[in-house]
């Protein structure tokens, strides 16, 4: 049995409480395990389970502890020895925040859950636990808390040829959140991407410098919590492309704060615009040969943002709506067509985590010999507010979603089969 699972993106809980409880673990778990008995009273014996950690399961990225330390100091800073022990720091704070949960899965699973194997941990780092592969004092806490044997570094991908499955992150294919190249070396994913300070220095800046406004302080402190949990809330937002509607749909339901928000989204801008990484990234992507480069999509977007104070709400939703079209291709999903051409062709199952959407797509049929290709998407366990069809409007809901693969042995099949399981839990 292979179960895979990612995008769990523990936090520290300085950007917000976004962190999946212990319980719901424990119910993952529970299920894993009725699942196993299940096949085991039909004569189907288990003999191995492999738990696939996915990628972003630490997140490193989203956490207002960074604005502690010199620009210098930071990810895309250039003082290596002062990010990796701010990296340490942040890593245990989001281990403290998460200790039930991490005491979990540390454990022997086995005797706890009833299972008929201790099952074999396995980590993919994603982009936003980049750091956790950087530095070997990272790397071993990552070990030693999902019970991972220690290693050198940690394989960007996973294949296993009984299951017929191959698995990355998938923020390969994501240019905003991958720097490398295609030789796909460790390098490669070492290489800071532009996403990296995009979450620190924009989306977990915004909430955190619209805090301390004294207009914001005046208010009520449930009217100040709300406020804070909203706009700590937009990186759940899904799609991307509605990443600036859900701003301004906090603008609307708080018109009156409309200047203090738009001074503070100003604030951000010009600060992360100046960031010497951000001047070289722009120069670097910045093709005068390709219409709408990497570099021209990221200005757009924060020309758009900058435009509140020049534009109505009612005025701006359309240069909006034509600029949404360029966000919204599965640049995952084309590449999963891609994918099967460098690999064993025993391979039937391509899985991606990255873009927090469970999803399952049928790529293609080959007669002879017989053989089904299907791209697979793992999801998120993190909350996700989804753009409403009608209106600014916006609804959350909780989510859960994993994916199992099988032996054929394990469910008497010609072929390695798979299940996912989705749940959404509508509590937000």
Not at 46 to 63: A, H, M, N, S
Request: aromatic share 14%; hydrophobic share 35%.
């Amino acid at each position: 049995m292979l179960i895979f699972i990612s995008d769990l993106h523990f936090v520290d809980g300085t950007a917000g409480e976004h962190n999946v409880p212990a319980s719901g673990f424990r119910l993952f778990l529970e299920s894993i395990a009725a699942k196993c008995d299940w096949l085991e009273r039909r004569g189907r014996k288990i003999e191995e389970i492999k738990l696939v950690f996915l990628g972003d399961i630490f997140d490193l990225l989203r956490t207002e502890m960074w604005f502690e330390y010199p620009i210098d100091e930071r990810p895309w800073g250039n003082n290596e020895t002062k990010i990796e022990a701010h990296a340490n720091t942040i890593f245990d704070a989001i281990i403290k925040k998460n200790q039930a949960t991490f005491d979990l899965l540390s454990s022997n699973l086995k005797d706890e859950f009833k299972l008929p194997v201790e099952p074999e941990r396995i980590y993919v780092p994603g982009n936003h636990d980049r750091l956790c592969d950087k530095y070997k004092s990272l790397r071993d806490k990552v070990c030693y808390w999902l019970k991972i044997p220690n290693q050198s570094n940690f394989k960007h991908y996973f294949e296993d040829i009984d299951y017929g499955v191959f698995a990355r992150h998938g923020h390969e294919y994501d240019k905003f959140n991958y720097e490398g190249g295609i030789s796909y070396k460790y390098e490669d994913y070492m290489r800071v991407p532009i996403g990296d300070p995009i979450t620190t220095e924009l989306v977990a800046k915004l909430p955190y410098k619209l805090m301390q406004r004294d207009e914001i302080k005046k208010l009520p402190e449930a009217e100040q919590d709300a406020l804070k949990r909203n706009f700590q809330d937009i990186e759940n937002v899904r799609p991307f492309s509605a990443t600036l509607e859900w701003l301004l749909y906090q603008v609307k339901k708080n018109l009156s704060l409309k200047e203090v928000i738009e001074d503070v989204v100003d604030e951000i801008i010009k600060e992360f615009n100046q960031l010497e990484f951000v001047k070289k990234w722009y120069k670097h992507h910045d093709k005068w040969y390709e219409f709408w480069d990497e570099a021209d999509q990221i200005q757009s977007f924060l020309y758009l943002l900058e435009k509140f104070k020049v534009f109505s709400l009612e005025k701006i939703m359309p240069l909006l709506q034509r600029a949404k079209k360029y966000f919204e291709r599965d640049e995952l999903l084309e590449a999963s067509l891609k994918e099967y051409t460098h690999l064993d062709n025993r391979i039937r199952y391509v899985v991606y985590g990255h873009t927090h959407i469970p999803v399952q797509v049928p790529l293609r049929v080959i007669e002879s010999p017989y053989q089904e290709h299907v791209y697979l998407n793992t999801g998120t366990w993190r909350t996700r507010y989804h753009k409403c069809k009608e209106g600014m409007g916006f609804i959350g809901w909780k989510n859960l979603t994993y994916v199992i693969f099988y032996r054929k042995e394990e469910r008497k099949s010609d072929f390695p089969p798979f299940e996912t399981w989705t749940g959404a839990l509508k509590t937000v």
